[in-house]
């Protein structure tokens, strides 16, 4: 059988979870295999490969773990079910910190950073030095691996947000957990493999903003400036907590970026 043939076959059994993309994640999962070219000859042997990786996206788990990796701004990043999956609306937040760095403005402390996807962007694509703080080891043994995949040297420290860090920083930058109780309650299929560490924000899905925003200007430099995602939903409470914050759309038009300046 022929890889084209194949990816039929593929896409028809990944239907029920994958919908209109179960074309594409046939394609994913083959390429992943090895298999690139449609013309490619696949063995029965080689099938019998491919079934794990199908029973497992048929379960519900995420294509992104099934694979293993992800790309993010550009970059490919692991990612297994210790650490998020890198999502486009955070690329918003990275792309604004992007434009903030400068030559005397590079130190970067990424909190919560689970893969490492922002900081290690900041890193590779902006230069940026990397202070990385995550209370999950298995997060922060992931960000290792992804700096040393995309050639950049960051810095990890274990830390319940702020507690363990030390030092002062340009650029604060942070995907904090933000879902609600009840958003946790209501989560769909996909997002019960991903870590609730990651996910739940306490009861309205605002403890740690609460928290940051008791804190962070004990790290922060003058002309420095916090930048947090938020959920859709939490524009104006999230803004309440912080003087001087403005909010960044994402390209669906959704709020999703608070950039909070220190001009003192």
Not at 7 to 18: F, M, R, S
Not at 210 to 235: M, N, S, V, W
């Amino acid at each position: 059988m022929i890889v084209r043939k194949a990816e039929q076959k593929i896409a028809e059994l990944l239907k029920p979870v994958a919908g209109e993309d179960a074309r594409t994640e046939a394609v994913f999962l083959l390429r992943a295999s090895g298999f690139h070219s449609p013309y490619q000859e696949l063995s029965e042997t080689d099938a019998k490969l491919l079934e794990p990786l199908i029973e497992r996206r048929l379960s519900g788990e995420p294509l992104q773990y099934v694979l293993g990796e992800w790309e993010f701004y550009g970059l490919p990043f692991y990612v297994d079910e210790t650490v998020l999956i890198p999502r486009p609306d955070t690329e918003r937040l990275a792309e604004t910190a992007l434009s903030l760095l400068s030559e005397d403005k590079r130190d970067v402390l990424d909190l919560c950073c689970g893969s490492g996807c922002i900081g290690i962007t900041l890193a590779a694509l902006g230069g940026a030095h990397v202070t990385a703080a995550d209370i999950s080891s298995d997060a922060l043994s992931m960000t290792e691996r992804n700096a040393r995949r995309n050639g950049v040297s960051v810095r990890t420290v274990q830390s319940d947000l702020f507690d363990s860090v030390e030092g002062t920083f340009d650029l604060i930058v942070s995907n904090p957990p933000y879902l609600s109780q009840a958003e946790i309650d209501a989560r769909d299929e996909s997002l019960r493999f991903e870590p609730a560490l990651a996910l739940y924000g306490g009861k309205d899905g605002m403890d740690f903003y609460r928290r940051i925003a008791k804190d962070y200007r004990h790290f922060l430099r003058p002309g420095g400036a916090l930048l947090l995602e938020i959920g859709y939903t939490q524009r104006e409470a999230v803004e309440a907590l912080f003087a001087n914050s403005e909010c960044i759309e994402d390209y669906g038009g959704r709020p999703r970026v608070i950039v909070v300046r220190n001009d003192d």
